[in-house]
Protein backbone atom coordinates (compact mmCIF):
# COMPACT_ATOMS: atom_id res chain seq x y z
CA UNK A 1 0.00 0.00 0.00
CA UNK A 2 1.42 3.56 -0.79
CA UNK A 3 2.32 5.39 1.33
CA UNK A 4 3.01 9.35 1.53
CA UNK A 5 5.81 11.01 4.14
CA UNK A 6 6.02 14.80 4.21
CA UNK A 7 9.08 16.03 6.22
CA UNK A 8 8.84 18.42 8.58
CA UNK A 9 5.53 19.27 9.69
CA UNK A 10 5.85 22.67 10.43
CA UNK A 11 9.24 24.92 8.96
CA UNK A 12 9.38 28.38 10.00
CA UNK A 13 11.95 30.94 7.81
CA UNK A 14 13.14 34.50 7.64
CA UNK A 15 12.03 36.22 4.31
CA UNK A 16 14.44 35.66 1.67
CA UNK A 17 15.81 32.36 2.86
CA UNK A 18 16.23 29.67 0.58
CA UNK A 19 14.30 26.33 1.44
CA UNK A 20 13.71 22.92 1.06
CA UNK A 21 10.46 20.76 1.48
CA UNK A 22 10.69 17.05 1.66
CA UNK A 23 8.11 13.99 0.62
CA UNK A 24 8.91 10.32 0.66
CA UNK A 25 7.22 7.49 -0.98
CA UNK A 26 6.72 3.99 -0.17
CA UNK A 27 6.76 2.63 -3.61
CA UNK A 28 8.37 3.47 -6.31
CA UNK A 29 5.62 2.29 -9.27
CA UNK A 30 3.82 5.53 -9.45
CA UNK A 31 2.37 7.53 -12.19
CA UNK A 32 3.51 10.72 -11.54
CA UNK A 33 3.86 13.32 -8.16
CA UNK A 34 2.39 16.34 -7.83
CA UNK A 35 2.92 18.98 -5.44
CA UNK A 36 0.18 21.73 -4.32
CA UNK A 37 -0.26 24.63 -2.07
CA UNK A 38 -3.07 25.21 0.56
CA UNK A 39 -4.04 28.21 2.26
CA UNK A 40 -6.35 28.28 4.98
CA UNK A 41 -10.13 27.05 4.57
CA UNK A 42 -9.51 27.25 1.00
CA UNK A 43 -8.79 24.40 -2.03
CA UNK A 44 -5.87 23.05 -3.67
CA UNK A 45 -3.84 24.76 -6.02
CA UNK A 46 -1.32 22.98 -8.18
CA UNK A 47 2.42 24.25 -8.32
CA UNK A 48 4.21 21.48 -10.33
CA UNK A 49 3.63 18.05 -11.59
CA UNK A 50 6.73 15.72 -12.41
CA UNK A 51 5.43 12.40 -14.43
CA UNK A 52 7.02 9.31 -13.38
CA UNK A 53 9.65 9.24 -16.59
CA UNK A 54 10.75 12.83 -15.69
CA UNK A 55 13.65 14.22 -13.16
CA UNK A 56 12.36 17.64 -12.39
CA UNK A 57 10.02 20.18 -13.26
CA UNK A 58 11.02 24.45 -13.07
CA UNK A 59 7.96 27.17 -12.29
CA UNK A 60 9.12 30.76 -11.38
CA UNK A 61 11.19 30.46 -8.06
CA UNK A 62 10.03 26.54 -7.70
CA UNK A 63 11.80 23.51 -8.71
CA UNK A 64 10.58 20.19 -7.68
CA UNK A 65 12.84 17.06 -8.15
CA UNK A 66 11.53 13.33 -8.25
CA UNK A 67 14.08 10.04 -7.21
CA UNK A 68 11.83 7.39 -7.81
CA UNK A 69 14.57 4.73 -7.00
CA UNK A 70 14.92 6.24 -3.46
CA UNK A 71 11.06 7.08 -3.21
CA UNK A 72 11.73 10.78 -2.69
CA UNK A 73 10.98 14.03 -4.20
CA UNK A 74 11.85 17.75 -2.86
CA UNK A 75 10.23 21.01 -3.28
CA UNK A 76 12.89 23.83 -3.80
CA UNK A 77 11.46 27.44 -3.01
CA UNK A 78 14.14 30.15 -3.56
CA UNK A 79 14.01 33.46 -1.49
CA UNK A 80 11.11 33.17 0.10
CA UNK A 81 8.22 36.08 0.88
CA UNK A 82 5.61 36.11 2.79
CA UNK A 83 3.17 35.51 0.42
CA UNK A 84 4.52 31.68 0.34
CA UNK A 85 3.38 31.09 3.39
CA UNK A 86 0.53 28.01 3.25
CA UNK A 87 0.72 24.60 3.37
CA UNK A 88 2.23 22.86 0.75
CA UNK A 89 1.10 18.72 -0.32
CA UNK A 90 2.93 16.25 -1.91
CA UNK A 91 0.69 13.72 -3.80
CA UNK A 92 1.82 10.76 -5.87
CA UNK A 93 -0.50 9.16 -8.66
CA UNK A 94 -1.26 5.53 -9.20
CA UNK A 95 -1.37 3.66 -12.30
CA UNK A 96 -4.28 2.18 -13.45
CA UNK A 97 -6.77 3.95 -10.85
CA UNK A 98 -7.21 6.80 -12.85
CA UNK A 99 -4.49 8.66 -11.54
CA UNK A 100 -5.71 8.29 -8.02
CA UNK A 101 -3.61 10.69 -5.59
CA UNK A 102 -2.18 9.54 -2.13
CA UNK A 103 -1.63 12.88 -0.36
CA UNK A 104 0.75 13.24 2.36
CA UNK A 105 0.04 15.35 5.34
CA UNK A 106 1.93 18.21 4.49
CA UNK A 107 4.16 21.07 5.42
CA UNK A 108 2.81 24.21 7.39
CA UNK A 109 5.56 26.95 5.89
CA UNK A 110 5.68 30.56 7.89
CA UNK A 111 7.73 32.71 6.35
CA UNK A 112 8.34 35.88 8.77
CA UNK A 113 8.99 39.25 7.44
CA UNK B 1 -8.46 29.55 -17.34
CA UNK B 2 -8.90 26.61 -15.66
CA UNK B 3 -11.98 26.10 -13.61
CA UNK B 4 -13.66 23.33 -11.13
CA UNK B 5 -16.35 25.00 -9.30
CA UNK B 6 -18.44 23.70 -6.45
CA UNK B 7 -21.65 24.17 -5.70
CA UNK B 8 -21.56 25.70 -1.75
CA UNK B 9 -18.87 26.83 0.23
CA UNK B 10 -20.17 26.36 3.33
CA UNK B 11 -23.33 24.34 4.21
CA UNK B 12 -25.04 22.94 7.27
CA UNK B 13 -27.11 19.83 7.55
CA UNK B 14 -29.29 17.82 10.03
CA UNK B 15 -28.48 14.43 10.80
CA UNK B 16 -30.45 11.74 8.72
CA UNK B 17 -30.72 14.54 5.71
CA UNK B 18 -29.92 14.21 1.86
CA UNK B 19 -27.10 15.99 1.09
CA UNK B 20 -25.94 16.64 -2.53
CA UNK B 21 -22.51 18.65 -3.23
CA UNK B 22 -22.03 19.74 -6.86
CA UNK B 23 -19.15 19.97 -8.73
CA UNK B 24 -18.54 21.49 -12.03
CA UNK B 25 -15.57 21.74 -14.46
CA UNK B 26 -15.49 23.51 -17.46
CA UNK B 27 -11.85 21.77 -19.16
CA UNK B 28 -13.94 18.64 -20.61
CA UNK B 29 -11.80 16.46 -18.40
CA UNK B 30 -12.25 13.02 -18.53
CA UNK B 31 -11.50 11.97 -14.61
CA UNK B 32 -13.17 13.62 -11.87
CA UNK B 33 -12.61 12.70 -7.73
CA UNK B 34 -14.34 13.37 -4.40
CA UNK B 35 -12.35 13.43 -1.49
CA UNK B 36 -12.51 14.42 2.11
CA UNK B 37 -10.30 16.63 4.45
CA UNK B 38 -10.07 16.25 8.07
CA UNK B 39 -7.43 17.85 10.67
CA UNK B 40 -4.87 14.69 11.11
CA UNK B 41 -6.09 12.26 8.44
CA UNK B 42 -5.39 14.70 5.41
CA UNK B 43 -7.14 14.18 2.34
CA UNK B 44 -9.06 11.00 1.40
CA UNK B 45 -10.21 9.89 -1.47
CA UNK B 46 -13.93 8.64 -1.67
CA UNK B 47 -15.34 8.03 -5.15
CA UNK B 48 -13.82 9.11 -8.54
CA UNK B 49 -15.00 8.88 -12.12
CA UNK B 50 -13.25 8.22 -15.07
CA UNK B 51 -16.60 8.92 -17.65
CA UNK B 52 -19.96 9.54 -17.86
CA UNK B 53 -21.91 6.91 -15.94
CA UNK B 54 -18.53 5.36 -14.89
CA UNK B 55 -17.72 5.27 -11.35
CA UNK B 56 -14.89 3.60 -9.14
CA UNK B 57 -15.03 3.54 -5.15
CA UNK B 58 -12.03 5.43 -3.34
CA UNK B 59 -11.05 4.18 0.00
CA UNK B 60 -13.69 6.06 1.82
CA UNK B 61 -17.04 5.20 -0.22
CA UNK B 62 -19.35 4.15 3.33
CA UNK B 63 -22.02 6.75 3.39
CA UNK B 64 -21.62 8.01 0.54
CA UNK B 65 -22.77 7.58 -3.32
CA UNK B 66 -21.86 9.85 -6.65
CA UNK B 67 -24.09 10.35 -9.85
CA UNK B 68 -21.92 11.80 -13.09
CA UNK B 69 -24.60 12.12 -15.79
CA UNK B 70 -22.84 14.46 -17.85
CA UNK B 71 -19.15 14.93 -18.72
CA UNK B 72 -19.17 18.05 -16.77
CA UNK B 73 -20.81 17.02 -14.03
CA UNK B 74 -20.09 15.25 -10.68
CA UNK B 75 -22.15 14.95 -7.92
CA UNK B 76 -21.03 13.78 -4.17
CA UNK B 77 -24.73 12.19 -1.98
CA UNK B 78 -24.84 11.88 1.31
CA UNK B 79 -27.85 9.50 1.87
CA UNK B 80 -28.95 9.90 5.51
CA UNK B 81 -26.04 12.61 6.71
CA UNK B 82 -24.49 11.85 9.89
CA UNK B 83 -22.01 14.29 12.57
CA UNK B 84 -18.72 11.91 11.07
CA UNK B 85 -19.62 13.64 7.80
CA UNK B 86 -19.07 17.18 8.87
CA UNK B 87 -15.57 17.75 7.08
CA UNK B 88 -14.20 19.49 3.87
CA UNK B 89 -15.16 18.10 0.82
CA UNK B 90 -12.97 19.23 -1.74
CA UNK B 91 -13.62 17.99 -5.52
CA UNK B 92 -11.20 17.70 -8.82
CA UNK B 93 -10.86 17.07 -12.49
CA UNK B 94 -7.84 16.05 -14.68
CA UNK B 95 -7.03 14.41 -17.81
CA UNK B 96 -5.03 11.43 -17.24
CA UNK B 97 -2.08 11.51 -16.89
CA UNK B 98 -2.02 15.19 -15.82
CA UNK B 99 -2.35 17.60 -13.40
CA UNK B 100 -5.84 17.61 -10.96
CA UNK B 101 -7.24 20.96 -11.03
CA UNK B 102 -9.03 21.53 -7.76
CA UNK B 103 -12.27 23.76 -6.92
CA UNK B 104 -12.67 25.63 -3.77
CA UNK B 105 -14.08 23.24 -1.08
CA UNK B 106 -17.21 22.71 0.98
CA UNK B 107 -16.85 22.74 4.42
CA UNK B 108 -19.73 20.83 5.29
CA UNK B 109 -21.20 21.06 9.04
CA UNK B 110 -24.04 17.83 10.27
CA UNK B 111 -25.09 18.76 13.39
Known amino acids: KQEVTQIPAALSVPEGENLVLNCSFT??????LQWFRQDPGKGLTSLLL?????REQTSGRLNASLDKSSGRSTLYIAASQPGDSATYLC????????????FGQGTELSVKP | DVKVTQSSRYLVKRTGEKVFLECVQD?????MFWYRQDPGLGLRLIYF???????EKGDIPEGYSVSREKKERFSLILESASTNQTSMYLC??????????FGPGTRLTVL
Open chain 2, 92 to 101: ASSLPPGTQY
Open chain 1, 27 to 32: DSAIYN
Open chain 1, 50 to 54: IQSSQ
Open chain 1, 91 to 102: AVGLRNQGGKLI
Open chain 2, 27 to 31: MDHEN
Open chain 2, 49 to 55: SYDVKMK
